[in-house]
């Protein structure tokens, strides 16, 4: 029987600059408060694993308060870069009347920011990394702390078959909230969807 390589994605804890629908940056704070939270994934989650984060604070912050293993980190991982609208506010963004703002919610997909990218884009360098990790790692267990965006473009690849496009526009209609937990397992070159914007 084929191994198969076990992906726990979970997103960071939640960002206070973004509550009020701010874009965070790279460096943005995680509230890791949460305790019980945490003591709750910890329950769920393999002992035994690979730990794996996005590059961003959030993600890092993340995985210390739960664990002391050391992350492998990959710049891949990342959400996607919102360029130029990056600590501004979606409310103000859109009340403005920015034509490639509005522009890009009409084709989330295809259109990036200005000087960002695409949810196309991020798919591109996301499924790439994913696909290597299940091929390097059969058989194992892997804690990966990201973002929303980057479990939905896992949950793209996870949703297409072989040979097929990734359905991406389906895969942005996932909830992914913070401190939820998505299971992907790669079986061979097929993937099996456990569960989806799980909360502990």
Do not use: C
């Amino acid at each position: 029987m084929t191994d198969s390589t076990r992906f726990w994605w979970l997103r960071h804890a939640p960002v206070p600059a973004s509550a009020d629908g701010t874009i965070p940056s790279i460096e943005a704070d995680a509230d890791v408060s949460d305790l019980l939270r945490a003591q709750a994934l910890r329950r769920v989650l393999p002992s035994r694993a690979l730990w794996i984060a996005s590059p961003t604070l959030r993600a890092r912050q993340t995985v210390k308060i739960l664990t002391h293993a050391r992350p492998l980190v990959l710049d891949a991982l990342a959400e996607q870069d919102f360029g130029a609208w990056t600590g501004q506010r979606h409310g103000d963004l859109w009340e403005s009347g920015d034509t490639e703002y509005r522009a890009f919610w009409a084709d989330p997909v295809g259109l990036a920011p200005p000087g960002g990218e695409s949810f196309a884009d991020q798919y591109d360098r996301t499924s790439t990394t994913i696909t290597g990790l299940a091929r390097d790692h059969a058989g194992l267990d892997l804690i990966l702390v990201a973002h929303a965006g980057t479990i939905r473009a896992a949950l793209g690849l996870a949703l297409s078959a072989p040979a097929e496009a990734p359905p991406l526009k389906a895969a942005l209609n996932f909830s992914i909230d913070p401190w939820s937990l998505t299971r992907i397992d790669a079986i061979g070159p097929g993937w099996r969807i456990g569960g989806v914007n799980l909360r502990s």
